[in-house]
């Protein structure tokens, strides 16, 4: 079982639905992350969180929005999403700083119809 | 930026037989390398991780190796199981960046 939950595990949502992704940590990790991949791709960085401030955007497209409500918890909120949206979303936690490893969620899979 | 080339993309191998994923990365500030287990249905893990300061790196049937003058690392593993089946990802990053850069992935298949 990995420390990083993710819900829901699947999510269905058409082009006009608002949505939200959820992440939870609990191991007093400082960054937060948001991942995309796509079937047989790795993941890609969509969005960083630092100490509950963004630090990175990967150049997202705005349907996508990102919220770190605490240091142990990550939205990532869905509006207006296309069908190339459908995707694999995958949270992440590290403790940050030097070399330190990041640990993943096992990921919302999201389609979009 | 990063750049993070690896291969092969596929791998078979037979049961207790070595394998071995290779990997090349592009910049030279990069000092942290860890490698990740993908199975079907779930998140990546980190099975193990080297830093620029260290060549090798063992645990129990997984190695990993470091050339950083190459700029290449790989990841050795020794006695296949069954359950080593799975997408293996080699990253890449340096110490400043949050972002990590992936490979493009090792679908290694154990052949019973």
């Known amino acids: 079982d990995t420390e990083v939950t993710q819900t829901p595990k699947h999510l269905v949502m058409g082009m006009t639905n608002k949505k939200s992704l959820k992440c939870e940590q609990h191991?007093?990790?400082?960054?937060m992350y948001w991942y995309k991949q796509k079937a047989k791709k790795p993941p890609e960085l969509m969005f960083v969180y630092s100490y509950e401030k963004l630090s990175i955007n990967e150049s997202v497209p705005s349907r996508f929005s990102p919220e770190c409500p605490n240091s142990s918890l990550l939205n990532l909120h869905l509006h207006a999403l296309q069908p190339e949206d459908s995707a694999l979303y995958l949270c992440a936690s590290s403790q940050g700083g030097q070399g330190r490893a990041l640990h993943f969620g096992n990921g919302t899979r999201l389609t979009v119809t | 930026g990063e750049n993070v080339e690896q291969h092969p993309s596929t791998l078979s191998v037979q049961e207790g037989d070595s394998a071995v994923i290779k990997c090349t990365y592009s910049?030279?500030?990069?000092?942290?390398f860890p490698w990740y287990k993908q199975e079907l249905g779930k998140g990546p893990q980190l099975i193990i991780d080297i830093r620029s300061n260290v060549g090798e790196k063992k645990d129990q049937r997984i190695a990993v190796t470091l050339n950083k003058t190459a700029k290449h690392f790989s990841l050795h593993i020794t006695e296949t199981q069954p359950e080593d089946s799975a997408v293996y990802f080699c990253?890449?990053?340096?110490?400043?960046?949050?972002?990590?850069?992936f490979g493009t992935g090792t679908r290694l298949t154990i052949i019973p």
């Open positions: 990253a890449a990053k340096d110490f400043g960046n949050e972002k990590l850069t």
């Open positions: 191991m007093g990790h400082r960054a």
């Open positions: 910049d030279s500030a990069s000092n942290y």
